[in-house]
């Protein structure tokens, strides 16, 4: 009888032990969530981050190709801290066909609320046709 009440006091005590490790544990976790809330990830495509291409350039290279270089801002107009997802940029000929596609890795992984940053980036052997310069945040909606 006694071993039995010693049995239940250690799975007692043990059964204490755990809840006591669970609350800590969600204790510590809670403000890796809250601080991954204060970035929002948007959904699907959507995003209110605003991209606009201040200048774009071709060069001739020396292989018949062409050089592309851009410049540009993406600004966070909320009021809440937003991750920057890697930006599309498409080259399309006058048929509208996109002839080169590329993607651009973000200058900043986020952006804090009102706060804006620039963009440059330079892609090699694009092919001389295509005169329509079209850069995305995140995929392009085709």
Known sequence: MQNQRTNELILGAAIVALLVLLGLTAISVAPAIQEWDATERPAGDETPLQLSVTSWDRRKMDNGNDLV??????????????????????????????????????????????????????????????????????????
Do not use: C, M
């Open 69 to 142: 270089k851009l410049e540009g801002r993406i600004a966070n107009p909320t009021d809440r801290g937003l991750l920057v997802p890697a930006l599309t940029a498409e080259l399309r000929g006058w048929s509208g066909k996109v002839i080169h596609k590329w993607i651009i890795a973000p200058p900043v992984t986020q952006l804090d609320a009102h706060q804006s940053v620039e963009f440059r980036d330079v892609e090699l052997d694009v092919p001389p046709d295509g005169d329509q310069l079209t850069v995305t945040i995140g995929s392009p909606n085709n």
